[in-house]
């Protein structure tokens, strides 16, 4: 299936990806109400658009969401994660599907509030809308300035991988509102066999 054509203000400007106010005093992002819940299940019986991550009890359904006046448009809802529409499909054999979430969203803890915890080899297992599945590997996980994000996360040609973003080290006062400085990027590669 083919892609569809880019939209030209994708990459024009990558600092809002996402941009999460910080988390309240009374629940820090990555506390014990985010990572007290542990996910047993198989990644054999996940449905369709969904992403799970078993090593960091990430299980979160997928949306298409789309760039707006230079930055990603997430889900609202903190348990749901973004799907790039115009990054490489989910069952691309190139490219980069880039997925973006919530570390915390007004006190609530989002999907992606455990990403830094992930180690090189997590597997990470998404579904396409057909149901179909891919598991992939993690390789890297680095910290980037909003500004700095690097470009490769938007390539929809090069090396199959999958980026998850999210928000994450220290808290800054912008326009009167706290926000997180940089984001936090997992990559990933097609698990071999």
């Not at 007290?36 to 990430?58: C, F, K, N, Q």
């Not at 609530?108 to 180690?119: E, F, H, K, V, Y």
Request: aromatic fraction near 4%; charged fraction near 20%.
């Amino acid at each position: 299936m083919a892609s569809p054509t880019p939209d030209p203000t994708r990459t024009a400007t990558v600092a809002a990806i996402p941009d999460d106010p910080a988390p309240s005093s009374s629940t820090p992002a990555g506390s014990s109400s985010s990572t007290s819940r542990e996910l047993v299940m198989s990644p054999d019986r996940m449905g369709p658009e969904r992403l799970y991550v078993p090593s960091l009890g990430i299980y979160a359904s997928l949306d298409g969401v789309k760039f707006s006046s230079g930055s990603l448009d997430i889900p609202r809802e903190p348990w749901r994660v973004g799907r790039d529409v115009w990054s490489a499909p989910l069952g691309a054999g190139v490219g980069t599907t880039l997925l973006a979430g919530h570390v915390d969203l007004s006190g609530t803890p989002g999907a992606l509030a455990r990403l830094s915890d992930a180690r090189p080899g997590a597997l990470v297992h998404v579904t396409d809308g057909a149901g179909r599945r891919s598991t992939f590997v993690t390789t890297s996980l680095q910290s980037y300035s909003k500004v700095s994000l690097p470009r490769s996360i938007f390539r929809v040609d090069g090396p199959r991988q999958l980026a998850l973003v999210t928000c994450g080290g220290p808290v800054m006062t912008i326009d009167g509102e706290q926000h997180y400085r940089d984001n936090v990027v997992l990559t990933a590669v097609p698990a071999s066999g």
